[in-house]
């Protein structure tokens, strides 16, 4: 099984739709929880990290379900430049190693 | 404030050749974790180095080799190159420090084998 799954979409979207993509991760006791973004052909950077209570950033909202195992990421307001494919990251429990999911793909239709 | 830089930007060898990769940290950080991102996946953990150590491995056979130097930038080394090989390696920096864990990755490095 792996460590992080992603459905991989992709997803076309309309400008100014809400959409949400969800992650699940298999190890119960991984304590860290991210969001990167990537666009194509280039580096992942970080979008947001995710706290057990939940956590906004303008029109992102990201949100932990520790007991379902389950991370959550809502783009609100959808723009052209939110194209991209978002990766989920989970920390391990022990050490330093990190498990990225394969990415879910947004488009944003103008 | 410069950023995680890598080198080359593109490669492109013959399978059995042997490669080395190159990594610059970000400012103030002293950890180093390099990264395979085959087409169309997520990047797959290689292994890490801080103080001038592997600390921490992923599941990557020994063809895989790295070093981490004072400065902290780091190498990755790849020898008896496999087609399966090809892929984008990156590289992120970290300071563990850092409660928050985050990691900063390098434009990354395209290798492709032939």
């Known amino acids: 099984r792996k460590e992080v799954e992603q459905d991989p979409g992709p997803f076309n979207v309309p400008e100014g739709a809400t959409v949400a993509f969800n992650c699940t991760y298999s190890?119960?006791?991984?304590?860290?929880f991210f969001w990167y973004r990537q666009d194509c052909r280039k580096e992942p950077k970080l979008l947001m990290s995710v706290y057990s209570s939940g956590n906004e950033d303008g029109r992102f909202t990201a949100q932990l379900n520790r007991a379902s195992q389950y991370i959550s990421l809502l783009i609100r307001d959808s723009k052209l430049s939110d194209s991209a494919t978002y990766l989920c990251?989970?920390?391990?429990?022990?050490?330093?190693?990190?498990?990225f999911g394969t990415g879910t793909s947004l488009t944003v239709i103008p | 404030d410069a950023g995680v830089t890598q080198s080359p930007t593109h490669l492109i060898k013959t399978r059995g050749q042997q490669v080395t990769l190159r990594c610059s940290p970000k400012s103030g950080h002293d950890t180093v974790s390099w990264y395979q991102q085959a087409l169309g996946q997520g990047p797959q953990f290689i292994f890490q180095?801080?103080?001038?150590?592997?600390?921490q491995r992923g599941n990557f056979p020994d063809r895989f080799s790295g070093h981490q130097f004072p400065n902290y930038s780091s190498e990755l080394n790849v020898n008896a190159l496999l087609l399966g090989d090809s892929a984008l390696y990156l590289c992120a920096s970290s300071s563990p420090d850092s409660h928050s864990y985050e990691q900063y990755f390098g434009p990354g490095t395209r290798l492709t084998v032939t």
């Open positions: 190890n119960s006791a991984s304590q860290s």
């Open positions: 990251v989970v920390k391990g429990p022990t050490g330093n190693q990190f498990y």
């Open positions: 180095y801080y103080e001038e150590e592997e600390r």
